[in-house]
């Protein structure tokens, strides 16, 4: 398998909630090895659908009607349940909005971290020990130690969303799915983790895909665009081409009411 391969395609997918409506409609996309690929689009649009769907995790009612998720050559479609559970957290990664908000309150965050790094690769504690303290670093939380011993109500919603950030790159998945992953964030915040996701990928060779309603995130970090509307990709394409010439109307909204992140304009 060369380096050069498509890590993800997604053919024509079809997702309905039971029914007659497909919420995501013929989508059609790929992601190549350390793409970043930033989905963008209203409430409601689809992205969320979309992107559990990759990881076999859609709410209860969801079903892919039609297409294929090709991952690394295969048809996640067709996977059992056991090849599904082997995927998740070890070469496919998320992050929920609130992933923060899902760490266990009554144990301290070293051991839940441990016993996360400890379950992906053989190593000591003392070993997944270190490579949590070093991943905490890179997230550039201030006093890793004191966070690794500390419970959650010890710690603000930003530092959680940065530990759980953190727990999901420490497993090195091929592609990480974000969702929304800093819109709970201050703004500051969400600049700094943003930089941080992106220098993850440098170092991991990881595959991004990132779901935001903020544009200015998504053309910040992305490598490729799309713009989703009422469950179709309404637009494709770099972020040069969708910045620079967006096709669809929809886009040049967007485009014209870009937030500011971390107190500057990023396009
Ligand atoms: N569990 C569910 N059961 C039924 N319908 C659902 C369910 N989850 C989402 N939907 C519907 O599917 C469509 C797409 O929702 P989805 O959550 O994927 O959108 P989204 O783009 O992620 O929105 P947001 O930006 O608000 O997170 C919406 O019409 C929504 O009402
Ligand atoms: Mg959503």
Request: glycine fraction near 8%.
């Amino acid at each position: 398998m060369n380096d050069t391969m498509e890590i993800l395609t997604i053919n024509n997918l079809s997702i309905d909630y039971g029914g007659q409506k497909s919420v995501v409609k013929n989508v059609n996309m790929s992601v190549n090895p350390q793409e970043i690929i930033g989905i963008v689009g209203e409430s409601g649009s689809g992205k969320s659908t979309l992107i559990r769907a990759v990881l076999g995790l859609l709410p209860i009612g969801g079903r892919v009607s039609d297409g294929e998720i090709i991952f690394k050559g295969r048809n996640l479609l067709d996977y059992s349940k056991q090849e599904w559970r082997e995927l998740r957290g070890n070469r496919i990664a998320m992050i929920f909005q609130n992933s923060g908000a899902a760490l266990n309150p009554t144990r301290k965050i070293g051991s839940q971290f441990i016993e996360s790094i400890q379950c992906h690769f053989e190593s000591s504690k003392a070993e997944a020990y270190a490579k949590a303290i070093d991943m905490l670093g890179k997230m550039r939380l201030p006093d890793a130690a004191g966070i690794m011993n500390s419970y959650t109500f010890q710690l603000s919603g930003g530092m959680k969303q940065r530990v759980a950030i953190a727990m999901a790159m420490t497993m090195e998945p091929e592609l990480l799915l974000a969702d929304e992953p800093t819109s709970a964030l201050d703004v500051t915040i969400q600049a700094q983790v943003v930089r941080q996701m992106m220098d993850l990928r440098k170092q991991f060779k990881t595959s991004i895909i990132i779901v935001t309603h903020n544009m200015g995130v998504a053309s910040y970090m992305s490598d490729k665009i799309g713009v989703m509307r009422q469950g179709e990709f309404v637009e494709w394409g770099t972020r040069t081409q969708v910045i620079n010439h967006p096709q669809h109307e929809y886009t040049l909204k967007l485009l014209s009411a870009i937030p500011e992140l971390g107190g500057r304009r990023l396009v």
